[in-house]
């Protein structure tokens, strides 16, 4: 699958080991570089279902149209879909087996506070 950034500087923080080990920790950085690797290695969306373990799951409410894959709990990393125009299924939902671009958004836990 085809991954893009957010932006150029979060590229080069997801790119470079010794900076993501600086930022997030080397447990972390490990766990970044995997899902990275997974993503990269797949076809489309609907292959991470299956074959890799993170929970990818699409996000609701304001967050909707976003994905989250699993990190270090609470941690997940945050993407969305890149194709032009984004898959969609008749019900309006993203159609994971059309999906093979995305773009990584951000490292965060994507729940409010108070909840988990």
């Given at each position: 699958m085809e991954i893009i950034f957010k932006d150029i500087y979060f590229?080069?923080?997801?790119?470079?080991?010794?900076?993501?080990?600086?930022?997030?920790?080397?447990?972390?950085?490990?766990?970044?570089?995997?899902?990275?690797?997974?993503l990269q290695a797949v076809t489309t969306l609907e292959d991470m279902r299956s074959l890799f373990p993170g929970r990818c799951h699409e996000l609701r409410h304001n967050r909707a149209g976003q994905l989250s894959l699993d990190l270090v709990h609470p941690q997940r990393l945050i993407f969305e879909p890149a194709n032009d125009p984004i898959p969609r299924k008749i019900d309006g939902g993203i159609d994971w087996t059309q999906v093979t671009a995305i773009r990584i958004l951000s490292i965060e836990d994507p729940h409010p506070r108070g909840r988990s």
């Open positions: 590229q080069g923080q997801c790119n470079n080991q010794k900076l993501l080990v600086k930022t997030y920790g080397k447990d972390m950085a490990k766990k970044i570089r995997r899902r990275l690797d997974d």
